[in-house]
Structure formats: structure tokens, C-alpha cells
């Protein structure tokens, strides 16, 4: 199972799929290839949140702002996953929440003459994935293009987290999903208990599913990942709530 | 083999479908998962056009409003098919659809301790899709998760009829597709003969094919699921006529 | 392997899917379904340049502003490669780079009584390319709905070509893609041993990656497909340059 993961939009994600199903006859699954623009740390969020849902893969991440430069590209095996892409920062939330309490182990892609400076996706990284995935997770040391590269030598990237008090939260927006939810990087649990909060100092309901409050409303609730939330019943967050991705947010009891 | 349709946009339906594949290998079929969000009468509509082109399936449905609520999660046995989401009316027109002149066999699941009240995709409506696959649609009853439920007890969802004379057929908007030709509920022979209808008090003429008025003109035409729509060549229908899901329309010939 | 493209959005390629897997186990690719509305042109160029990454395979293609009217119903066979699509232009480019040296062999589909004048792709050209994906491209010439047809019977769509002089080439946008970068039909060369060029009159640095400005200025580069495009890093160029599809372009050295 290979899946595939940009900020591409189309075709140029079949492209990658030509270039794969050439090597390869893996299963492909779109995890989405309409990541925010060159959203680094948006795209190693919903990476992190999303990838673990899978059985072992091979998980192709293109969001690439650095393509053509210097910047690695890698393979990161993390678990019974393996991580293809860029080395921005981008794969390490996803594959340390993948390996769990085990090391990643990380690899260099030698990269010949790519036949472009613009499309790495297209270039370099599907034909890596698609080597990955027939060589198999416990095959990477076989494969000549691969060095391992010490893991302190890579770009690190790590999503940042809430200052936590009893009374107070501040934090910040990691990502606004289609719905115009706006996910923080408050635990969830700082709801626990509490029938209200105050969200940069606009006091809201807590709830625990949208239809606690009548449609338009503006609530604060748990997300799916375990945060909080600022959301509106049939309606969008971030419009209601004047938030977009990195800003801070402070929450009070 | 499975098809998926949600309001969900991505990555959610990603992660549904990491569930999904951790429990079956079964064949996925996007239908869409841009769905007005939390249309339920608009999402009804097209899975009632679409669902019946394909070959005996489970089709996984989420666009759910209710999410956390106490409706039911159902499967719904519907001739070779079955159908699994919400008991909100969204599966109700596609299961009469595919169960023909055989009553449709529901089913409310065991809802376990969801990890969310947020995401029953994921958590609840994508593992029984799974194990709704694995069992296949003949299996159902041995399924734990299954209780069968009475068919009366289910919210139901009629889509709306026109109104019909010799002379005018008052309907309303079932939906509007993303070329913007807008979709009424008057059945397309009332258009029978005639070379131009008004539209809500405006001649406009019938044609076959869109290619039958210039660019940028208004026609009515017979869509591919029978009704009547009011389109422009090479245009915006909705923009041309002023018309959007549930308004009313009134044909005259 | 089936792929399949349109500027049909959702959830129309379902139902063209759902036709296509109740005749065939093919497996199914999206190249694309948001190509720009009803341009045969934009089309054409995408498919020439993404469906020649993929390994033999048939082509279904949907842009089609002359939906039921006379125009033909084609399958063209190129290569090792099957193209399905309407009779107006937009298979041929692509055609004419899978096939390479060797000719093209186009095939007219019979088509008897479609259940509709505005769907095309799902009663005329999804069966069609199930049953040549079932035929296989060399059993092609036993399919009974099928006709040979002189090439220079079909309508063809030549992507035009820029003029150029030492100094100047002369040339127009052929496509711009969803990061706003402005595809032009100037061979990459012109840019060599260049620092600067000047686009329709304004000098703009050239640069082998995106990140050789700073984010938000433009720049011009060789993309993907070996044209200069009009780009700006982390920025979108069709903005920047005040340039769209179809546009002149003139760069001076």
C-alpha cells in the first residue's frame, strides 16, 4: 500500500502515479492533494493525524517549498511505515507518532539528474516510493540509492504546544480543516468540568457535539484529534472566530 | 467493493479509509466528498443518481449534522447493495432506488465507545462499513453489531414532487451540479414538444444539447437523470436564472 | 489500467466509474476532474504531458462542450496506449506523443440510443473504455461498435508554437496550473546562460528553483514540462504576471 500526500492539487499527482505504477503494482490511496500551499507544518499536522489510521504503508508526502535546492530528500522508516519526502521537517511528527517508542530510522535518496528542478514529486520522490514499496520496509538497507543518514542531521519540525495553567491556555491554531474547525493545541481536557470558557476573552459554550448549540452558534468543543476546537453548528470557525493557522489562542476557565 | 461519500472534503476521509483497509481489502470508490456540506436533501439527491451505476457494493456514507447525537448509525440492505451512514434520511431515496420492488432491510449498529463525538466517520461508520464488506450483503445478520430495526422507525427523506397540469409544473431546485446547470424535480417530458417554456415568467428555449443555443445562452434541457434543468451553454445556470437547491420554479409552456 | 479525466468535478466521474466497473476489474486512476471548464485546449496539453508517465493503458477523456451533437465518439489507439474521448481535438496531442514515430488508429464508436443528450460520459465513452480495456488494445479491431476511421477525418488540435529569434520568442500562456504558475509555449532553452529576460517588457530574474528569489518575487524558469514558465516563489504567477491562458508572451533576452 503506497499513499500519496500534496499540496499539488491536480493532475500533477497522477503524474506521480504514472511514474509509480511503471515500478510498481502498489495499492494508491490519496491521503489529499490540497494541503495548504507550502504548509509545511500544516501538512506534518494532518500527517501526524491521519497516517497512524493506516496499516503498514508506504507514505509518499510532497509539500516542498525548498524544491530543486540542496535539501535532502528521504526515507524515513518509522514502525511497520515508510516515509518518502522532502527533508523539511515535514515527515518527523508523523513518523515519530508512527514508531511509537521505537527510533526512526532515517535515509538519504541519491538523487541523479532529475530531469526537472521544479517537479522532485514527479522526479525523485515517486520513484524512491515506488522502490520502497518493492523493496519493503525491512528492504531498505538492500537499496543502493539509500544511505542511512543520522536522525540529529535532519530538518526537525515539532508542532508547538500550549503553556497550560489550571485557570489559563495559551496556545495557538495548528490547522483550520474544511468545515472552517479551528484546531488548536490545547488538550482537550482543559474542558473537562467546564460549561463555558473564555476564548481570547470571548466567553463560549463548551459542548460535546456540534448540535449542543442551535445552528450559527459558536462553540468550543474536542476534536477528533483530541484538541480543542473552535467551531460553529453548520457554520465555520474561523470566520466566526476571527482565527487562522498560527494564531495564538488563550483560553480561560 | 466499498464507495465512500462524505461532505468531509480532506484529509478526513483519509483517515476513514486507513480504518477501513486495516480491517478489509476491499476496492474503494470515491463518489464524492464535496458534498454541500451538511446538505442532507442535496446529498440524498445525487447518491439516488449515483449509487445505481455501480455493481453490487457497500456505499459508505457520512454528511451528518447530527454527529454525537443520539440518532442511529444504520446499514441499510437495499437489493445487492448496502448502505451505511446516519439516520438522518440521507440513505433513504439511493435504498429505495437499489432495492427496486424488494423492501430495503435496516439495521441500527452498536455504537461502543467511539473515540469522538466528532468524527463517527471514522470511529464508527467506517469499521462498520468494513465489517459490512467482510460479511458481505447476505451476512449482515450474523454481524453482533446488527440489530435489524423496524423500517418505520427510521427518519425518512422524500425527495419532492412537482406539481404538474397541461399547461405548468411548479417543482423546486433538487440541486445545482458544479457546472452550475441546476437540477428541478419537473420530470423532463413535461418539455415534450414544446420549443420554449417560461421559466419563472421568462421564455427560454428548449434544446437537446447545450450546443443548440450560442454560448452564454440560456436553454432548458433534459438531464442525465431524467428532470428538467435550466442551463447555459459554456455557462452558469445558476448565475444566469437566479436559482439555487430548494427555490421554487414554475414551468409554463 | 484505466485512467480517467474531466472537467466534470463530482460526483459525475462516479457515475461513469460505477458504468465501468459493472463491465471491467480494471484497475481505475484519476488524472484529473477539475480541468478548466469545457477548454478543449488546456485538456489537451495536461494529458500530453501526464499520460505518457503512466504504463500502457486505456484513456478516458471527458471535455466535451459538444455533448450531443453529431460530433464523433472516438477511441484512438497510440502505442501501447488507448485514448476514449470525444472527436474534438483533445485526445490528439497526447496521442501523437504516445504513439511516438509510429501513426495513430482511430476507431469511431458506434453509439446506440444514449439514455441521454448531456451525459455522454457516462452512456457513450465509460463503456466504451471498458470494453477496449476488456478487448485489450490489440483486440481492438474486434470490437463490433467499433469502426476504423481516416485520421484526417478527425478534428485536430495542434498546441501552438512559439516564434523565436535570437532576441525574442513570441509565444502564449498554454496553461496555468493550481499554484498559479503560467505555462508558456517557449522551449526552456531560450532562458540558457541567462540571468535576466524581459516578459512583455518587464525584467524579471531567471532562476533554476522557486527559492532562488525571495518569497512573493516573480521569476522565470524552466518547469516540468520543459517550458519557460512565469512563476513566483511561494506566490502565484498568473497574479503577479497579469497573464492567463491563451495570453501573448513575449520574451526578450
Same mark, same amino acid.
Given at each position: 500500500?503506497?499513499?500519496?500526500?500534496?499540496?499539488?492539487?491536480?493532475?500533477?499527482?497522477?503524474?506521480?502515479?504514472?511514474?509509480?505504477?511503471?515500478?510498481?503494482?502498489?495499492? #494508491?490511496?490519496?491521503?489529499?492533494?490540497?494541503?495548504?500551499?507550502?504548509?509545511?507544518?500544516?501538512?506534518?499536522?494532518?500527517?501526524?493525524?491521519?497516517?497512524?489510521?493506516?496499516?503498514?504503508?508506504?507514505? #509518499?508526502?510532497?509539500?516542498?517549498?525548498?524544491?530543486?535546492?540542496?535539501?535532502?530528500?528521504?526515507?524515513?522508516?518509522?514502525?511497520?511505515?515508510?516515509?518518502?519526502?522532502?527533508?523539511?521537517?515535514?515527515?518527523?511528527?508523523?513518523?515519530?507518532? #508512527?514508531?511509537?517508542?521505537?527510533?526512526?530510522?532515517?535515509?538519504?535518496?541519491?538523487?541523479?539528474?532529475?530531469?526537472?528542478?521544479? $517537479?522532485?514529486?514527479?522526479?525523485? $520522490?515517486?520513484?524512491?516510493?515506488?522502490?520502497?514499496?518493492?523493496?519493503?520496509?525491512?528492504?531498505?538497507?538492500?537499496?543502493?540509492?539509500?544511505?542511512?543518514?543520522?536522525?540529529?542531521?535532519?530538518?526537525?519540525?515539532?508542532?508547538? !504546544?500550549?503553556?497550560? +495553567?489550571?485557570?489559563?491556555? +495559551?496556545?495557538?491554531?495548528?490547522?483550520?480543516?474544511?468545515?472552517?474547525?479551528?484546531?488548536?493545541?490545547?488538550?482537550?481536557?482543559?474542558?473537562?468540568?467546564?460549561?463555558?470558557?473564555?476564548?481570547?476573552?470571548?466567553?463560549?459554550?463548551?459542548?460535546?457535539?456540534?448540535? @449542543?448549540?442551535?445552528?450559527?452558534?459558536?462553540?468550543? +468543543?474536542?476534536? @477528533?484529534?483530541?484538541?480543542?476546537?473552535?467551531?460553529?453548528?453548520?457554520?465555520?470557525?474561523?470566520?466566526?472566530?476571527?482565527?487562522?493557522? @498560527?494564531?495564538?489562542?488563550? #483560553? !480561560?476557565?
Amino acid at each position: 500500500m503506497l499513499t500519496l500526500a500534496s499540496d499539488f492539487g491536480t493532475p500533477y499527482p497522477a503524474a506521480m502515479k504514472g511514474v509509480i505504477l511503471r515500478r510498481s503494482d502498489a495499492r #494508491l490511496v490519496d491521503v489529499a492533494h490540497d494541503f495548504p500551499r507550502q504548509d509545511v507544518r500544516a501538512a506534518a499536522f494532518w500527517l501526524r493525524e491521519v497516517l497512524p489510521e493506516f496499516p503498514p504503508a508506504v507514505h #509518499l508526502v510532497v509539500v516542498d517549498p525548498g524544491v530543486g535546492t540542496d535539501r535532502d530528500a528521504l526515507v524515513v522508516r518509522a514502525g511497520d511505515h515508510a516515509l518518502v519526502g522532502p527533508d523539511n521537517g515535514v515527515l518527523r511528527p508523523a513518523a515519530r507518532r #508512527l514508531a511509537g517508542d521505537d527510533p526512526v530510522d532515517p535515509f538519504v535518496v541519491r538523487v541523479d539528474d532529475p530531469a526537472s528542478t521544479t $517537479f522532485h514529486g514527479r522526479d525523485v $520522490f515517486a520513484p524512491a516510493a515506488a522502490d520502497v514499496h518493492e523493496a519493503g520496509v525491512d528492504g531498505l538497507g538492500a537499496l543502493d540509492r539509500l544511505s542511512p543518514a543520522p536522525v540529529d542531521d535532519l530538518v526537525d519540525l515539532r508542532l508547538p !504546544e500550549a503553556d497550560l +495553567t489550571d485557570a489559563r491556555a +495559551t496556545g495557538e491554531v495548528l490547522a483550520v480543516d474544511d468545515f472552517g474547525n479551528v484546531v488548536t493545541n490545547v488538550p482537550g481536557e482543559f474542558l473537562d468540568g467546564r460549561e463555558t470558557v473564555a476564548v481570547n476573552g470571548e466567553r463560549v459554550p463548551v459542548g460535546e457535539t456540534f448540535a @449542543s448549540v442551535a445552528p450559527g452558534e459558536r462553540l468550543v +468543543t474536542v476534536g @477528533s484529534h483530541g484538541y480543542v476546537e473552535c467551531d460553529v453548528n453548520r457554520g465555520r470557525g474561523d470566520d466566526a472566530f476571527g482565527l487562522e493557522t @498560527s494564531d495564538h489562542v488563550t #483560553l !480561560e476557565r
